[in-house]
Structure formats: C-alpha cells, structure tokens
C-alpha cells in the first residue's frame, strides 16, 4: 500500500500526543516523529520497565531495568524532549511473560492472568483519562512481540471512550517482513511516511548510541540493513533506511482474535518464556474477551 499524506493535526500547535510504548528503545525508530510532534504538548509513556533481557548482560533485573530507564531518558534528550515529558509504569517484563504462558502451563490461573491484565491496562486507562490526547501512537499490531500486541489492545480498550482520539500504531521488527519498522506489503489499514531532514536523520542517529545494554540489538539490525544494502546495490543503507519513517492508522473496529499473520505458528518467532512457545492464539488473543468486551 503507498503511503497517504500524514494528517496535518498531528503536528498542529497545541496537539496533544500521546505515545505508549511497551519497552525502552521501541521509540528509537520514531524519533523523527517525535521531533516533529509539539513537545509542549505531547508526552511519552513506556508500560514495562524493561527487565526481560536482563540474564544476557548478567545483571539483576532490577539494576537492568534502571540502566533502560537511564538510556531512555538520556536518547530522549537528544533529541530535545525533557525528562518531565516522560512516564514510566515500571511493570516487569519478567513477569508478564510469566503470565502469560500460565495459560498454557496451568489449569484454572486464568483469574491470576486477567487480574494482571486488568491492573496494566488500568494504568494506561489513567493515563489516557488525565491526558485527553487527541492522538494515541502506541506499537503495532504484528504477531512480532507478544508485549507489543497486548499493549496495543490495551491503549485501544482505554481510547474507546474518547470518540475524538486517533489511535496510529507504529511497526517494529517483525522477521517475517523484508524491512524492520515497516508494516507488511499487504497492510490493509492507512499507512502515513515522513521523511526526516538532514538535522532530523543526525539527531536519530546520535539517539541510537544511547543504548548500551542493547548493543547486540543494535549491531544485529546494522548488519541486517548492511545485507539488504548489498542486496538493493547500494540503494538502502543504514542512513537511508533511517530518514524514513512510516506509521498507520488504526481502525476502532479492528478484531484481535485470530493471529496478526493469519496463522499462529508465524507468530512470536523464536519468542519463548521458561522454555515455553509464546502463542497469539492462546496467550494474547484469548485476552480481547477481557480488554474489548463490547467487540466480540
């Protein structure tokens, strides 16, 4: 699908945007978005504190979960959005894949599971109430990141009752889409690109060494776009692929039952928890009948 002219409201003086995201560098592939949205008036929400990773840098979960709070805030200020724009929920990662998987894993815990659900998407609820955005970006839905696809249905649950409020969703790594931070080539909902300018493109770039604990990351993605590089002989580099960025829009109607990728063994690839496959079908999916009652 080509892209559609990005609403002009979004960057309006005044605006008021709201971004949720599900972890600390999830906002690193919209920084030009960011940059361009009224500071005054926008603010930035992240729901877990980060910890999942923690074991591959052998570090507490607690000291790891510190360290992604500080990066973030520190890749916030590059590109010039001050610390008192910034939220942090503090939910464990840890633990809410360790939930999940109790849907599998046990009989009759499905109150443990909803009462956890329930308590996050309170808080996002809040915050969306004393807020009153005009606009919510939060992730996509994808089937990428079992996180990313909850968060979503949570920040669709706490706009239902603001008619007004767009919802736009914003797509992260997903191995089964050729690009990273683009939706698949047969996305059917709207689909908005920007196109940073060449002290936009600087300021993300310089936003992207401020994440220490995620250098594997970081040097995985750099050799990803370094292979398609060679592919596309020379015409897709890491500048290049930064100083675009495309975000989409969300209809309120959309269903979350059945698998984002249309099957749920294409989903959460290589996603486990304690051994166990993440399932969209059996761990998220399940969860809509809790979040979006009145759309079933």
């Not at 609820?125 to 990313?148: I, K, S």
Request: glycine share 6%.
């Amino acid at each position: 699908m080509r892209p559609s002219p990005v609403p002009s409201g979004i960057f309006a003086p005044g605006a008021r945007n709201l971004f949720v995201f599900a972890h600390q560098d999830d906002e690193l592939g919209y920084a030009g978005l960011m940059q361009r949205v009224p500071a005054e008036s926008s603010y930035f929400i992240w729901v877990t504190n980060g910890d999942g990773l923690a074991d591959q840098l052998d570090m507490p979960p607690r000291d790891y979960a510190a360290a992604r709070r500080l990066e973030t805030i520190v890749a916030m200020a590059t590109i010039g959005i001050s610390q008192d724009r910034l939220r942090f929920l503090g939910n464990s990662e840890l633990l809410i894949y360790r939930t999940l998987i109790r849907q599998v894993t046990q009989t009759n815990a499905d109150h443990e599971v909803h009462a956890l659900v329930k308590a996050i998407a309170a808080q996002i609820a809040t915050e969306v109430r004393a807020f009153r955005p005009d606009n919510v970006f939060t992730m996509a839905w994808q089937g990428a990141n079992p996180e990313h696809d909850l968060i979503h249905m949570m920040v669709q649950a706490a706009v239902r009752p603001f008619e007004n409020c767009k919802i736009y969703e914003l797509p992260e790594f997903d191995p089964l889409t050729v690009l990273p931070l683009r939706f698949k080539p047969k996305h059917k909902d709207p689909i908005h690109e920007i196109r940073l300018t060449p002290t936009e493109l600087e300021a993300k770039i310089a936003m992207a060494e401020s994440y220490p604990t995620q250098d594997r990351i970081m040097n995985g993605f750099k050799v990803l776009l370094g292979g398609l590089g060679r592919a596309t002989l020379g015409k897709l580099n890491f500048e290049r692929f930064l100083a675009v960025e495309h975000f989409g829009a969300v209809p309120r109607d959309r269903s979350y039952l059945s698998s984002p990728h249309g099957f749920d063994a294409l989903d959460y690839i290589g996603e486990k928890c304690d051994g166990v496959p993440m399932s969209y079908t059996k761990m998220v999916g399940t969860l809509e009948r809790i979040l979006l009652p009145d759309s079933l």
